[in-house]
């Protein structure tokens, strides 16, 4: 198949992630470490590590080699009734990563999904308790979790596409998104109007669901974790679950292994996915405490009611264990110290150009932020052509790189994003 007939067949039969038909896609021959090998031999610097994911960079011979391995004992083999080594291991690396009341490990196939589970793991748990009536979630605004039914309805209400979906959506309790940033302390009147809404919904309340300190693809907002901390005691008080989705904070980006650690706090339900396979398949996972857990299982039916087709894929496991042990044995903390310090320095003159509100960086993350929508179509093929891969959305443009990322690379996406941003005559109204 040529390139024209590739793209003609994709323009009128394939959807792509929130895009209009017909919208720009630039067809990939390959990918090797950090760079993006285009059909037409255009090579670009990968700024996204996929969407928070290919935290090693592309093509990793020692993940290459773990998908080889596994394959040559079993692609998949069904979880109900059965186990296996690549999953055993990862349930136990996954327990001794986490916070330590993190004890029990349920394997999933997407963020979304695990998103559902820890919500269907709070309400069993009310349940079992005989509080069915507790079945609503309290959340932040500016929260992304991810797709599906359960997971949209605790995204935020106006950029998480209620509106379309009210007549079938839960009805949950939003408080304001955090005001404090990163490095700011959390004074009362931060934390004023949700300490009022988990008061006054305390006997509806399965859960708090948050993205600990940074929020996602709901605006890449970094918050202080002393907010978190705040959260943590009224779940405490109000004897709420704290539900944290570390699905694309976990394994290292913001400069902790899980952003929970900046606070130092636990939550009694986390969910991980994103980074956790190193990019190559796609796999998640819901932790709990042995208190929810038990407490699942004492209730009716006794069993969590969850099962999905594909849990505990060998390959997807596999996979994860090499990325984790990949990870650990790096000097991870170094790397993102050092891909943090240049993004700062990289990103620092947007702050001096017209129409950009805020710039910010935490971990191997950095954001400029913009006072109105980019012009998606004109910019995407300005970096493509400026030769990097960064997908803005919405008033942002950000990048986080693959940890493995060199100092050139990363110059050379800073510089991009600093020479897009001053030119600013991307074709308006798009
Ligand atoms: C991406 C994301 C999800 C959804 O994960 P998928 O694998 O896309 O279903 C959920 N929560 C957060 C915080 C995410 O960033």
Not at 12 to 26: E, L, M, N, S, T
Not at 113 to 130: D, H, L, N, S, T
Not at 295 to 315: C, E, K, R, W, Y
Not at 336 to 355: F, K, S, V
Request: net charge negative; hydrophobic share 45%.
């Amino acid at each position: 198949m040529d390139i024209d007939q590739l793209l003609s067949i994709d323009r009128d039969h394939a959807w792509h992630p929130y895009a209009a038909p017909g919208a720009p896609v630039y067809p990939v021959q390959s990918a090797q470490g950090c760079r993006i090998r285009l059909a037409d031999g255009r090579e670009l610097i990968d700024g996204m590590s996929s969407w928070w994911c290919a935290i090693h960079g592309y093509n990793h011979p020692v993940l290459n080699q773990a998908v080889r391995d596994q394959l040559a004992a079993m692609a998949h083999i069904m979880f109900g009734g059965l186990t296996h080594a690549p999953a055993v291991r990862l349930i136990k690396h996954l327990v001794d990563l986490t916070p330590a009341p993190l004890q029990h490990v349920f394997l999933c196939d997407s963020g979304s999904v695990a998103v559902e589970v820890a919500i269907k793991m709070a309400i069993q748990f009310r349940q079992a308790q005989g509080q069915p009536r507790r079945h609503r979630l309290l959340t932040i605004r500016s929260g992304y979790h991810g797709d599906t039914c359960g997971a949209m309805a605790v995204c935020d209400p106006v950029t998480g596409m209620h509106h379309l979906f009210s007549a079938i959506l839960p009805q949950q309790v939003f408080a304001p998104a955090p005001a404090c940033r990163f490095d700011e302390p959390c004074e009362p009147r931060h934390i004023d109007a949700f300490a009022a809404l988990i008061a006054r919904h305390q006997d509806e309340l399965a859960a708090v669901i948050l993205e600990p300190i940074c929020q996602g693809a709901g605006g890449m907002r970094f918050y202080s974790p002393d907010y978190l901390r705040a959260v943590r005691a009224l779940c405490d008080r109000h004897d709420v679950l704290l539900i944290a989705d570390e699905i694309a904070t976990g394994f290292g980006r913001t400069g902790t292994l899980f952003a929970c650690e900046h606070a130092g706090i636990s939550p009694d339900i986390m969910t991980v996915g994103k980074a956790l396979t190193g990019g190559y398949m796609t796999l998640a996972a819901t932790l709990a405490t042995a208190r929810v857990a038990q407490g699942i299982s004492a209730g009716d039916p006794g069993v969590f009611m969850h099962g999905p087709t594909f849990m505990g894929n060998p390959l997807a496991c596999a996979v994860a264990n090499a990325s984790i042990e990949l990870l650990l044995q790096s000097d991870w903390q170094a790397r993102i110290r050092r891909i943090e310090r240049a993004l700062q320095a990289g990103l620092a003159p947007c702050r001096d150009i017209p129409g950009v509100v805020d710039v910010r960086v935490l971990g191997a993350i950095g954001v400029v932020e913009l006072a109105s929508p980019v012009p998606m179509r004109s910019i995407q093929q300005r970096f493509v052509d400026l030769g990097v891969w960064i997908r803005p959305f919405g008033r942002l443009i950000y990048l986080m790189p693959p940890y493995v990322i060199d100092a050139a690379e990363l110059d050379a996406l800073c510089t991009a994003v600093v020479r897009v941003v001053a030119e600013g005559d991307w074709v308006p109204g798009e």
